[in-house]
């Protein structure tokens, strides 16, 4: 897919309880000014709910938007442990139902390698740490695209302007893969909104109605405002 030439690409976590939370949150989605929708499936296997293939295809017919399929895993953030069987499964059913890419972290791609790569997906190569901005990414990066994703993300905890400052310039040096650079926290604000000058070409929110999945996600009104309309705060 073509991501906007212009500015960051703006993406939409939704997750559910059920199919109809989803399907609420989908059509919810259609009054924003946004790319893409990133499904959360960790999320929703926290809340009990595993859509079969039927189910998976139902929904991502529903959006009017490309959709990110993310399993992230409690090891990285996310809501949900790791089980192979279970995320390749739900991997392979998402992308044959027509996701646009899949969210995999760099560090359970051999262990998924076999089952995913004959179907030969867009993949979101990730690393997350809710900790800290370590100072490795370079080299990091240079890992990750040895897999040859379709992207590489990097999201981080900044707790301040000099790890803010590493993460952005660090994205800007690494081009070869397009990137996504996101310094987490209050103090890493500005890799949300100012990215795309760096090169980083998604930034992540949720609707009004749900609350934040990230430390330091900018709501979507605010986003819209400084993407679309270049709000002269930011």
Not at 175 to 192: D, E, F, K, L, V
């Amino acid at each position: 897919m073509n991501l906007p030439t212009k500015r960051m690409a703006i993406a939409v976590s939704i997750s559910g309880a059920n199919q109809a939370e989803l399907l609420a949150q989908i059509e919810a989605c259609r009054a924003y000014q946004i790319d893409l929708i990133e499904w959360r499936l960790d999320t929703c296997l926290a809340l009990g709910y595993q859509p079969d293939a039927a189910e998976m295809r139902l929904i991502i017919a529903a959006s009017a938007f490309p959709m990110i399929l993310t399993y992230r895993t409690a090891d990285e953030g996310g809501d949900y442990p790791f089980e192979v069987a279970r995320y390749t499964q739900l991997y392979l059913d998402g992308w044959q139902a027509g996701a646009a890419f899949l969210d995999v972290e760099y560090r359970l791609w051999t262990k998924v390698r076999l089952a995913l790569a004959p179907e030969k997906p867009a993949i979101i190569m990730s690393y997350h740490n809710f900790k800290e901005t370590p100072r490795n990414l370079a080299e990091r990066i240079n890992l990750m695209g040895q897999a040859n994703p379709a992207m590489i993300k990097i999201a981080v905890m900044s707790h301040g302007a000099k790890d803010t400052d590493y993460l952005l310039d660090t994205i800007a040096a690494c081009q070869t893969i397009p990137m996504i650079g996101i310094a987490m926290g209050a103090a890493g604000a500005r890799s949300r909104t100012a990215g795309f000058a760096y090169g980083s070409r998604i930034t992540y929110t949720t609707l009004p109605s749900t609350a934040p999945m990230a430390p330091g996600q900018i709501d979507l009104p605010t986003l819209i405002t400084v993407l679309h309309k270049g709000h002269p705060r930011f």
